[in-house]
């Protein structure tokens, strides 16, 4: 079974600014790794996602997050944020076995960009 | 947004009534999901489907039972709403590549 710990609940953040959410996950297994976005009121967005070969994974909207085996960490990043990236952000993790078909979330972190 | 609806997408309900969400695909996915989400909790799985009449459950699935008759049908049933079940309800599917996709959510309210 895998976990994941979203380490902050809340990120507020200027516009302009660099913003990074972190994500520590847990499995016994080798994984796949994702960021989901939530904009208000909405559903589920797949950001980015790793499955295997360079580290440093690049999504949509100008977010990014580095795998780190050693230290189980799957951190995103954007280096200058706007207002529109307001939202909720969550990592997931899954095993890698074709027959593991089930993702495990963390908490969430909210991400507010101010003016 | 891989075709994915939810009905009703919102719902208010009394304590002890029955209660079906539904979901609906257009594109054949073998695996479909439902979640519920909950602040601080994320994402968690109820129950899932691999396949039509083949179901499982996940890590919350006390108080809910799920049907599939059709591939593109996944029924989640509250059989006696509490008001502990008053969440945001997601229903999702697996395509090819592993990735989910998520439907646009049903909010409902149990009072």
């Known amino acids: 079974a895998q976990s994941v710990t979203q380490l902050d609940s809340q990120v507020p953040v200027f516009e302009e600014a660099p913003v990074e959410l972190r994500c520590n996950y847990s499995?016994?297994?080798?994984?796949?790794l994702f960021w989901y976005v939530q904009y208000p009121n909405q559903g589920l967005q797949l950001l980015l996602k790793?499955?295997?070969?360079?580290?440093l994974v690049k999504g949509i909207n100008g977010f990014e997050a580095e795998f780190n085996k050693s230290q189980t960490s799957f951190h995103l990043r954007k280096p200058s944020v706007h207002i529109s990236d307001t939202a909720e952000y969550f990592c997931?993790?899954?095993?890698?076995?074709?027959?593991?078909?089930?993702?495990?979330f963390g908490a969430g972190t909210t991400v507010t960009v101010r003016a | 947004d891989a075709g994915i609806t939810q009905s009703p997408r919102h719902k208010v309900t009394e304590t002890g009534t029955p209660v079906t969400l539904r979901c609906h695909q257009t594109?054949?996915?073998?695996?479909m999901y439902w979640y519920r989400q909950d602040p601080g909790h994320g994402l968690r799985l109820i129950h899932y489907?691999?396949?039509?009449?083949?179901?499982d459950k996940g890590e919350v699935s006390d108080g809910y039972s799920v049907s599939r008759s059709k591939t593109e049908d996944f029924l989640l049933t509250l059989e006696s709403a509490t008001s502990s079940q008053t969440s945001v309800y997601f229903c999702?599917?697996?395509?090819?590549?592993?990735?989910?996709?998520f439907g646009p959510g049903t909010r409902l309210t149990v009072t």
């Open positions: 999702a599917i697996r395509d090819r590549q592993y990735e989910q996709y």
């Open positions: 499995s016994s297994v080798s994984v796949y």
């Open positions: 790793y499955l295997s070969g360079s580290t």
């Open positions: 997931a993790v899954r095993g890698r076995n074709s027959n593991d078909y089930k993702l495990s």
């Open positions: 594109e054949n996915h073998r695996y």
């Open positions: 489907s691999y396949g039509v009449k083949d179901t």
